[in-house]
DNA sequence: GAAGGTTGTCAACAGCTGATGACAAGTCCA
DNA sequence: TGGACTTGTCATCAGCTGTTGACAACCTTC
């Protein structure tokens, strides 16, 4: 993996490469158990770098996760197929260059407490104020908060069984549940 | 915390001890974060003793876990009120002797990678079986994996917002609509 | 009271972690 | 050409981890 030839002297590319490759780690393993220097492998370049670059592994976490696209996706589109749309977005493999990778970091990084004050910082004005917002009407505040947490519910279903463990037809029905239940979370305001 | 006097020679209460501790701080840091010394520096006996008394850290954990009342509790009761027990036992801290950790525990050990697969593999066969058996009806397993999904969210959102951030006004409605939300998966039956 | 097993402690290990400061190599400007 | 700055590497540090084997204290049994 590591080139022969020595790394192009870049900073900028470099800062992006690492962030970019933080990125990916912390959302595949979590904060805990990838090093600076796993990650500095991967990019090809020594972890002393990554510690001048960005400071503490803190640090890179924060910028790592203000780098995410924070969940903005949720509130495109018409509002009549919301539900739907975040299921199916939620039920499929993100792509992996995808800067939607903010709730699988806060799945896996849940245990590590550093992490986590970062993540209750960041998620409350970049993710649920936002969405609060967005959702609107009556009791929006309860609606999102419910909402965010079915999503991230079913996110980590996904995660403790591995994929969950349905065929495509029982998967289908999980699918069209989970969206109506979103929909509703949506639509229905009265208590 | 450590009594001077040195410990009574009782190893199954010292056995006791360390899996009740284990528990405790397995759910209250995660796998990765607690070390042995941890455990035994609370419990007032050596790191080796724990290695010696359950082999390695996984077997430890894989033995705690077991130890859990993996949700039996989910199970009791009436069925027509089922949703709101269950919404109201997640939003209330648990005692601290209760038994019912393995939920933190799995939240806050996600990100390591040989606690997971530990969780996966007793999760299904002690949680999600009996609760789709006892769930019943038509699509079951999905009505159930859904449910699991969003009592897991609700524990998470917790977690990261540390206990959700509303007034109690607004946190009774949260819990009510919980509450109706797995009421539903429990009746409705139909897709 | 001596032998033998049980229960617990202690010291040490190899391996890993994040972080630091010294150093080399490349680049730019005067 | 030569100094100054940038970019990256290397060696090293202290601290922590899980695990191991030797050892001490205690209890039981003969």
Redesign the pocket.
Known sequence: MRPCY??????EA?RADILLTARKRFARDGYDE?????IAREV??????I??YFG???DLFLQVMQSCDNGEGFMLGDRATWGRRIAEQVMTKPKPESKMDSLPIMLRSLGSAKAMEIIGRSSDERFFRPLIEWMGGKDAEVRARLAASVVMGVAMGKEITGGLPLDDDAKARFTTRFARLLQSLLDDEDC
Do not use: Q
């Open positions: 020595p790394r192009p002297r870049n900073a470099t990838v090093g600076l220097r796993d090809g370049v020594d972890a002393a770098l510690s001048r503490s592994k803190e």
